[in-house]
């Protein structure tokens, strides 16, 4: 018996859509963007499941440049080639670079004003929810991975561990538990 074919998965429509779609993600991602783009391409879109989403982000960020570029270009490489890749950083980059311009005029004029200081710490805050919110929702990926609960706990405070208190440069960080990773994942996926 064959079994059926899979229902088609949502796709961006064409280039103009998937200008749009990272135009209006990096409009809504100011500050944290973690929260903003699982819920957009995971959640509304459909274009990433939750595991491919994990699996992406984490290429993303190991790779140079901001993980929210890369990972823009690798899903506009995935559907439409080198042209995909474009439209996508160009939606990235195009409307929020003039809004940041922008902005920038006016944080220079009313930098001083202890309102617009208030509302920027307030803008951190919220990010920082935001961030830990999206890192909630992404754990539920960790019950399909072959690593143990406890060996990626470890690995992570190990982590923050090196980089926040004891101010390891993150390159070696990231190569030294980011090898570890890897070899104990291998040598769990062995049979």
Same mark, same amino acid.
């Given at each position: $018996?064959?079994?059926?074919?899979?229902?088609?998965?949502?796709?961006?429509?064409?280039?103009?859509?998937? *200008?749009?779609?990272?135009?209006?993600?990096?409009?809504?991602?100011?500050?944290?963007?973690?929260?903003?783009?699982?819920?957009?391409?995971?959640?509304?879109?459909?274009?990433?499941?939750?595991?491919?989403?994990?699996?992406?982000?984490?290429?993303?960020? =190991? $790779?140079?440049?901001?993980?929210?570029?890369?990972?823009?270009?690798?899903?506009?490489?995935?559907? *439409?080639?080198?042209?995909?890749? $474009?439209?996508?950083?160009?939606?990235?980059?195009?409307?929020?670079?003039?809004?940041?311009?922008?902005?920038?005029?006016?944080?220079?004029?009313?930098?001083?004003?202890?309102?617009?200081?208030?509302?920027?710490?307030? $803008?951190?805050?919220?990010?920082?929810?935001?961030?830990?919110?999206?890192?909630?929702?992404?754990?539920?990926?960790?019950?399909?991975?072959?690593?143990?609960?406890?060996? %990626?706990?470890?690995?992570?405070?190990?982590? *923050?561990?090196?980089?926040?208190?004891?101010? =390891?440069?993150?390159?070696?960080?990231?190569?030294?538990?980011?090898?570890?990773? %890897?070899?104990?994942?291998?040598?769990?996926?062995?049979?």
């Amino acid at each position: $018996m064959i079994p059926a074919p899979l229902p088609p998965r949502p796709a961006p429509q064409s280039l103009t859509d998937l *200008f749009v779609s990272f135009t209006l993600l990096a409009l809504q991602g100011f500050g944290g963007v973690l929260a903003v783009v699982q819920r957009e391409l995971v959640e509304r879109k459909g274009w990433l499941t939750p595991d491919e989403f994990i699996e992406d982000w984490a290429v993303a960020q =190991v $790779m140079p440049g901001p993980n929210v570029i890369n990972l823009s270009m690798m899903i506009g490489g995935r559907y *439409f080639g080198l042209a995909g890749a $474009m439209a996508a950083l160009a939606g990235m980059l195009a409307v929020p670079l003039v809004l940041i311009l922008l902005l920038a005029l006016l944080h220079a004029q009313f930098a001083s004003d202890s309102h617009v200081a208030g509302a920027l710490r307030g $803008m951190a805050a919220v990010s920082a929810g935001l961030i830990g919110a999206a890192g909630l929702k992404l754990t539920g990926a960790l019950a399909r991975n072959p690593m143990p609960l406890a060996w %990626c706990a470890a690995i992570a405070i190990t982590g *923050f561990v090196l980089v926040a208190l004891l101010q =390891v440069p993150l390159i070696y960080v990231l190569f030294g538990l980011g090898g570890v990773s %890897c070899v104990l994942t291998y040598r769990r996926l062995q049979p």
